[in-house]
């Protein structure tokens, strides 16, 4: 299998870290589409990473598809199948759009100054806030957010607020603590330690 995608996009990290936790051999092709002469759009016409060539001549992209795909190939599941499987995907729609928010708020603060819109950067501020909010109640202090095992939902929200950390980095574990613990116990696992994209292990080595 080869995964296309550059190392700082969080779609491309939430896709290392699956292949990290069942076990899957792949080689990395670390091209963004942001690169001169890249093959990208070759391969997903939304011109967009993650794209995955299984090897057998399929090629997938959208990091949510690929990691149902990637599910597929074997245990440990990391999107149950039953009562569970929905919430699980509810915490990854959750953390999905809690990246969309802060990439959107990322680049809106690129724009030189006087094209930059202030309120697209609050309203993208809010879904953060309100999403991280929303994960406190909802992980109630459990070591894992749906049942007795790691699975998607907590790759998917460990990622976002990691991402949070790199790219919008404010206090919010004052307010949430027991989220910060969990986040914490999330972050030591060998497939989130390995995949820490450049620049951002200052942020994860902060004290707290
Ligand atoms: N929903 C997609 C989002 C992928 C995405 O936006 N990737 C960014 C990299 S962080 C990208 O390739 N952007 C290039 C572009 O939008 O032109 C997924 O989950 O894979």
Redesign the pocket.
């Known amino acids: 299998m080869k995964l296309y ?1 550059h190392l700082t ?4 990290r939430k896709v290392r870290i699956a292949l990290r936790e069942k076990n899957l051999r792949f080689t990395h092709v670390p091209e963004s ?2 690169d001169p002469g890249n093959h990208i759009a070759d391969m997903n016409p939304l ?4 794209v995955l060539e299984t090897g057998d001549g399929r090629v997938f ?4 598809l690929i990691v149902e795909y990637l599910d597929e190939c074997g245990a440990p599941r990391l999107i149950p199948h039953g009562e569970e499987r929905w919430p699980v995907l509810q915490w990854h729609v959750l953390g ?1 759009g809690m990246v969309d928010a802060v ?1 959107a708020r990322l680049l809106e603060g690129r724009r030189p100054p006087g094209q930059r819109a202030q309120d697209l950067i609050d309203a993208q501020e809010l879904k953060v806030r309100r999403a991280i909010a929303w994960a406190d109640k909802a992980a109630q202090g459990r070591p894992y957010l749906i049942g007795e095992r790691f699975t998607l939902a907590d790759l998917a929200l460990g990622l976002a607020l990691e991402y949070v950390d790199f790219r919008f980095p404010h206090d919010w574990r004052s307010q949430h603590p027991r989220l910060g613990e969990w986040l914490a116990g999330i972050s030591a696992r060998s497939s989130f330690a390995e995949t820490v994209p450049p620049g951002m292990e200052k942020v994860i080595d902060a004290p707290r």
Request: charged share 10%; glycine share 18%.
């Open positions: 995608g996009s969080p779609y491309v589409p942001h011109g967009k990473v993650p992209f959208d990091s949510g999905s990439v």
